[in-house]
């Protein structure tokens, strides 16, 4: 059976913002651009979620907030996870591993999380020479599929195939 893990980078933060709180930086008008895009293009191709993690940072709850509503996921869970902010992807997994019930998992969260997800279950397999060195821009999704029927099975020995999905290329 297989179950997906999918990550979405926050849509691009506001770099002007006077406050100095990293955890507090809201998003741009204009980042929202390119996260309705990728929802749209999601939706268009019958791609859905079941469970959101998110990080709590002012800019992912925008941003996650924005793109189920663009995507008309308005009765999914969202669970917002700190280890999502403070690079605990340890323990994140520790918790994906634990759930029964969910097939395809979205995670809004920061892009040093996401590249620990993606070399941590790519970087031994055969597509690693075509993404060691992928940059994940804001608003893209990247999707790791596993072959696996209960989330506690989840290793890199199961990873089947990924995607990656940059609304800048939509």
């Avoid at 031994?124 to 060691?132: D, H, R, V």
């Avoid at 608003?139 to 696996?148: K, N, W």
Wanted: hydrophobic share 40%; aromatic share 16%; proline share 3%.
């Amino acid at each position: 059976m297989m179950k997906s893990l999918n990550f979405m980078r926050h849509a691009e933060s506001d770099y002007n913002y006077i406050d100095d709180s990293d955890f507090d930086r809201p998003i741009k008008k204009s980042g929202l651009k390119m996260t309705k895009i990728c929802a749209e293009y999601l939706k268009k191709n019958n791609i859905r979620y079941d469970l959101l993690f998110c990080s709590p940072a002012l800019r992912t709850k925008q941003t996650s907030g924005h793109f189920l509503s663009f995507m008309d996921l308005k009765t999914i869970k969202v669970i917002y996870d700190y280890n999502l902010y403070e690079g605990c992807s340890e323990n994140f997994l520790l918790r994906v591993s634990n759930l029964k019930e969910y097939q395809d998992i979205l995670v809004i969260t920061h892009e040093p999380q996401i590249l620990f997800f993606k070399d941590f279950f790519l970087s031994k397999t055969e597509f690693w020479p075509k993404i060691k060195h992928l940059e994940i821009a804001t608003s893209s999704v990247f999707s790791i599929y596993f072959d696996i029927n209960m989330w506690n099975e989840i290793n890199e020995s199961n990873v089947q195939s990924y995607k990656f999905l940059n609304p800048k290329l939509l």
